[in-house]
């Protein structure tokens, strides 16, 4: 039976500069995302990349003595580095210098202007470099960029404009009789009451003030603007061509989920639905637009000197305690918070505490009770039925949130899983049953225990890809699929356990926040 396909893209990483720890959450959510599609049966396609043309790259290589291309390549793989240190399974990474992308860009640029929906005229307007954005007046904020707050600057030049109020009224109409278009329901309600209620402007599509870019192939001098390039990866790197698209882009275009930046949702939920009405292909079926990660209660800025990269993070803490922490502690629709002291509480409190006592106290136990082989449980008591029933509703619970994206409610549910076990421990006391002989009691509460672990380490593999390599590798199984939960029967009789050994240790915050401040002062 053909597996139902899934495609989820991140937006492309912007090769202006090495991505803080708020540009790699969006990997992580998408990554896990992707994860757990592929562990219930899905046939997932997962893409990613980097947005490497205009006017701040330019400038930049230019500052740091180097052509724009060895620019991009020295960032491209800086961000590849990191989406493989944070254990990124994605399928393929996008650059959009890459030559058959720039070729197909041109084609879909000309189709437009050719049926009419891209026009050549004179633009005067207030531009933001960083954002590569044009904006109005009456769209600034206290006379700046409303995106990043920056300085604009007056701007004329001859351009190439896309219509985006000839199909404004449809998008319109699509996005209010397709609910899950974009989400979360705040992030929609911005776009309509902010942008496309009031009208919206065409959009500028070229440029002539600078030369990295995508040349116009019909009128020398100008290059395409980022956005129709940027936003055009989706498509062309699956095989979409104008002239005849690939199998592949058949199999998998629409896509499933745009995983974005709440920054970057006006391009995407207004100027690609438009391109793409325009190019008369299907719309993507959801676009989520993320919160950020905030530094405090203050947005990372390198000004403000208050910027966390994941690497320096991982080797502070490891790459799964950083996963756990955007993944659980980041909300759904609002802004989440990170700070050290509140890495390390959960480090201690979710990881250490809860997981990793949990499987140590339990590996330890059947080593020492039954030298670590697995016993046949034969005497069940009405205690064991609660943790039994809670590890049999659990692909379902899980399954529930993961289908709106409330992955911090999923893994909580996984957890919950860990810490009734601990509870289940304390209940039916292993030590108390071993001292009064009761072996076969004794044996099925171990094998409760190990195959209640079992079955949520089946599920955290998604979001702990590492930890739960290591918890398989303790139990000694390789039964870790999905279809392996429902029985409750999983773990095999008379299996050989692995050594008890750590997944987390506890961390004495006081002194790792002075060691961390000390490095700063280094």
């Not at 050719?114 to 004179?122: P, R, T, V």
């Not at 920056?150 to 449809?170: I, M, N, T």
């Not at 949990?358 to 330890?364: G, K």
């Not at 008591?381 to 949130?401: F, G, H, Q």
């Amino acid at each position: 039976m053909e597996k139902e396909k899934f495609y989820i893209a991140t937006a492309i990483a912007y090769t202006s500069a090495k991505p803080h720890v708020g540009n790699c959450y969006e990997i992580v959510l998408a990554d896990a995302i992707a994860r757990y599609k592929r562990l219930v049966g899905y046939d997932v396609y997962f893409q990613t990349g980097t947005d490497e043309h205009g006017q701040k790259i330019e400038e930049k290589a230019k500052l740091a003595g180097k052509s724009p291309q060895e620019f991009v390549d020295e960032v491209a793989l800086e961000v590849k580095r990191l989406w493989t240190l944070l254990n990124a399974s994605y399928d393929r990474f996008v650059r959009t210098t890459n030559p058959t992308h720039e070729h197909i860009v041109q084609k879909i640029f000309k189709k437009l202007y050719e049926q009419g929906d891209i026009y050549l005229d004179k633009y005067e307007g207030l531009y933001c470099t960083p954002c590569e954005s044009f904006f109005t007046e009456s769209q600034l904020v206290d006379g700046k960029c409303p995106d990043c707050g920056r300085k604009v600057h007056a701007s004329s030049e001859e351009a190439y404009f896309f219509k985006l109020e000839k199909y404004a009224d449809r998008l319109i109409e699509y996005i209010e009789t397709h609910p899950n278009f974009i989400k979360p329901e705040s992030r929609k309600n911005e776009i309509m009451n902010n942008f496309l209620k009031p009208g919206v402007q065409d959009l500028c599509v070229s440029r002539t003030s600078f030369k990295w870019g995508i040349p116009v192939d019909f009128d020398e001098g100008h290059v395409i603007y980022v956005w129709i390039d940027a936003l055009s990866n989706y498509i062309t790197f699956l095989g979409y061509d104008p002239d005849g698209s690939t199998e592949e882009f058949y199999k998998y275009w629409p896509a499933d989920i745009h995983l974005i930046g709440k920054d970057i949702l006006r391009f995407h939920t207004i100027y690609w639905p438009i391109m793409l009405m325009a190019l008369d292909l299907p719309l993507p079926k959801q676009i989520f637009g993320h919160p950020w990660v905030l530094s405090a209660s203050d947005k990372m800025s390198k000004s403000k000197g208050n910027v966390f990269y994941a690497d320096d993070l991982v080797d502070l803490y490891g790459v799964d305690a950083l996963r756990y922490y955007l993944l659980h502690e980041i909300p759904y629709a609002n802004d989440g918070t990170l700070t050290h002291e509140l890495l390390i509480e959960r480090i201690n409190s979710d990881l250490a505490n809860v997981l990793g006592n949990l499987v140590n106290r339990t590996i330890t136990m059947s080593h020492k009770y039954f030298d670590g082989v697995v016993k046949l449980p034969k005497a069940f008591e009405d205690i064991d039925k609660p943790l039994i029933t809670a590890v049999r509703e659990l692909p379902k619970k899980v399954e529930t949130a993961m289908e709106t994206l409330h992955v911090a409610e999923a893994i909580d549910e996984i957890f919950e899983i860990y810490r009734k076990c601990n509870k289940y421990i304390d209940e039916t006391m292993p030590w108390i049953l071993a001292k009064e002989g009761q072996e076969d009691r004794l044996a099925t509460v171990l094998y409760n225990l190990l195959e209640a672990i079992r079955c949520a380490t089946v599920l955290l593999q998604a979001f702990l890809p590492d930890t739960a390599d290591a918890i398989f590798h303790q139990l000694n199984t390789n039964n870790r699929f999905i279809d392996s939960i429902e029985g409750f029967n999983g773990l095999d009789i008379d299996l050989k356990l692995g050594e008890a050994k750590p997944l987390f240790i506890r961390i004495d915050k006081e002194k790792k926040l002075k060691e961390i401040e000390n490095c700063k002062s280094v």
